[in-house]
Nanobody
Framework: QVQLVESGGGFVQTGGSLKLTCAAS????????MGWFRQAPGKEREFVAA????????NYAYSVKGRSTISRDNAKNTLYLQMSSLKSDDTAVYYC?????????????????WGQGTQVTVSS
């Protein structure tokens, strides 16, 4: 079992930036592909970004590409998501997830472990 705890969410103004953090409970974190997903009220959970265990490959949803960066520090068992130029459409609960695929999958069914989520609210 891998426990994941997200942090860094909050209120941010339109056009602002935010960095989300996901702390993993086990050192085997560094063998998992990690992803960020989000869910807005009344909508399905959607893919945001993913990164392989080496950090050598990443994948981004079109909606965040170019204004988001996913990264990880395996020595610290930590995953990050830096987001900028935030829009109201980015308002959602953000979840980190861990899976055993060898590629940065955008499918939530490829992830076995999930955090509880952190709320991000973008408002003018």
């Amino acid at each position: 079992q891998v426990q994941l705890v997200e942090s860094g969410g909050g209120f941010v103004q339109t056009g602002g930036s935010l960095k989300l953090t996901c702390a993993a409970s086990r050192h085997t974190f560094n063998s998992y592909t990690m992803g960020w997903f989000r869910q807005a009220p009344g909508k399905e959970r959607e893919f945001v970004a993913a990164i392989t265990w080496t950090g050598g490959a990443t994948n981004y949803a079109y909606s965040v590409k170019g204004r988001s960066t996913i990264s990880r520090d395996n020595a610290k068992n930590t995953l990050y998501l830096q987001m900028s130029s935030l829009k109201s459409d980015d308002t959602a609960v953000y979840y980190c997830a861990g899976g055993r695929k060898d590629w940065p999958s955008g499918s939530h069914s490829d992830y076995d472990y999930w955090g509880q989520g952190t709320q991000v609210t973008v408002s003018s």
